[in-house]
């Protein structure tokens, strides 16, 4: 299916009505939603850890073991059933005592295209600041593609940061992605960044590695407002609702609920780490990776953020 130029200055208006897009012409790949990104799976020991205080800025924190154990024997089992391999994560936002609850979330995972969640965190913060101009422009470079979402690019073409945000974040296409980390300076860059707010185990992009508790902490950094504040989650945030992936972490919590977040898969891989603004009692941070399941773990994903709503009703 082809989009028009209007056609898509339509979409980008509809989802990303706090973004200013500067319309191109594209045209969507509508019969793929995988990427094609390297990465290594570690073993996978069962454990439940906290992420420690300082992901929590000035909120305290508490694992409460007593109120997570039928969570934990619900995922569990839901892991077990599925035949695959699963790293979860779950803070909660909000409260005077918030739960930190991860199982296997210090286990390694291939990232896909949830290392375009930190380039896009990154570029808020800079928005947010005055460095960069999400107006200003970004030109197309050979090394930057990747089939993904849009046929469009060419040597001379530019395209707008507004506009690869888009597309890097409804549609998670791979060479929007590539061209918004080289415009923040590269991997190295994005990892340095990555880890200094909080994401000490992944190496995106690269390696293309990452964690669920490495992926929910870089969450709790933005939504503390240590990422550049309302500025930046004003620009971020529109970017990832109503993705052209929802059968994950969204489809598994009550209706009308708003699921910030960002997805990705390849091979047998797929992940999501979502802001969950409204749960039954406030905000939480809810992070799935899998691996050995490949389009099953939507159904997994989706199982997990359903036991957490469950959980987060009961509290």
């Not at 061209?179 to 991997?187: S, T």
């Not at 240590?226 to 052209?244: E, K, M, V």
């Not at 992940?271 to 406030?282: C, I, Q």
Request: hydrophobic share 45%.
């Amino acid at each position: 299916m082809r989009l028009s130029r209007i056609a898509l200055a339509s979409i980008a208006v509809a989802a990303v009505a706090c973004v200013a897009i500067t319309p191109v012409a594209a045209h969507p790949r509508i019969s793929t939603l995988r990427e094609s990104q390297s990465g290594t799976v570690s073993g996978l020991p069962t454990s439940i850890t906290t992420l420690g205080a300082n992901y929590l800025s000035t909120k305290a924190s508490a694992l409460v073991p007593g109120q997570t154990a039928a969570l934990t024997t619900s995922v569990q089992a839901a892991i077990d059933a599925s035949g695959g391999s699963a790293g979860v994560t779950l803070i909660e936002l909000g409260r005077t005592a918030p739960v930190i609850w991860s199982l296997n979330g210090s286990a390694v995972f291939t990232a896909a295209s949830t290392y375009k969640l930190a380039a896009l965190m990154m570029e808020a913060q800079s928005v947010a600041a005055g460095k960069t101009d999400p107006n200003g422009y970004v030109c197309y470079q050979d090394d930057d593609y990747e089939s993904g979402w849009f046929d469009d690019y060419a040597d001379g073409v530019c395209f707008t940061r507004n506009e690869l945000a888009l597309r890097a974040g409804i549609y998670s296409d791979n060479t929007a992605g590539h061209m918004l980390v080289r415009d923040l300076g590269g991997a190295d860059a994005l990892n340095a960044w990555a880890a200094a707010n909080g994401a000490t185990q992944s190496v995106f992009f690269s390696n293309n590695t990452s964690t669920s508790d490495d992926l929910a902490a870089l969450w709790v950094a933005e939504t503390s407002g240590r990422l550049g504040g309302a500025a930046a989650q004003s620009w971020l945030y529109p970017l990832l609702i109503h993705t052209r992936t929802e059968s994950g972490i969204p489809a598994g919590v009550g209706a009308g609920t708003t699921v910030v977040h960002k997805t990705g898969t390849v091979d047998d891989i797929a992940d999501d780490s979502a802001l969950v603004e409204n749960g039954p009692h406030g905000a939480y941070v809810v992070t799935v990776m899998t691996s050995g399941l490949g389009d099953a773990g939507w159904q997994l994903i989706s199982s997990i953020s359903s036991d957490v709503w469950t959980f987060e009703e009961s509290r």
